[in-house]
């Protein structure tokens, strides 16, 4: 079932780490400590992967579900999602020098 923005900000802490799936791959992993962190498992290569996404609230529900769109179609084009973000920030970065 897919996540709604209410149950994303009223996601309390537990004794232990856990997730609330969105579908796709996408969860939302909230620590003991109440912080929210984006996440999408995926497979490339024969072995499953994780792509960090971002933050909540830095990254709203529709933020990331946008970001995996596109780390779908990366996915689809058969690329690998996490070495093309790793690729983007040292571009990035390059073009602050």
């Given at each position: 079932?897919?996540?709604?923005?209410?149950?994303?900000?009223?996601?309390?802490?537990?004794?232990?780490?856990?997730?609330?799936?969105?579908?796709?791959?996408?969860?939302?992993?909230?620590?003991?400590?109440?912080?929210?962190?984006?996440?999408?498992?995926?497979?490339?290569?024969?072995?499953?992967?994780m792509l960090s996404i971002g933050v909540y609230p830095d990254v709203t529900l529709a933020d990331a579900r946008e970001k995996r769109s596109e780390a779908r179609k990366i996915l689809a084009a058969g690329g690998d999602p996490g070495v093309a973000k790793k690729e983007e920030k040292i571009a990035q970065q390059m073009s602050l020098k």
């Open positions: 079932m897919a996540l709604t923005d209410i149950k994303v900000k009223t996601a309390k802490p537990k004794d232990k780490p856990y997730k609330l799936a969105d579908g796709g791959g996408m969860y939302l992993l909230i620590n003991t400590n109440g912080s929210k962190y984006w996440r999408m498992k995926y497979r490339f290569a024969g072995k499953e992967k």
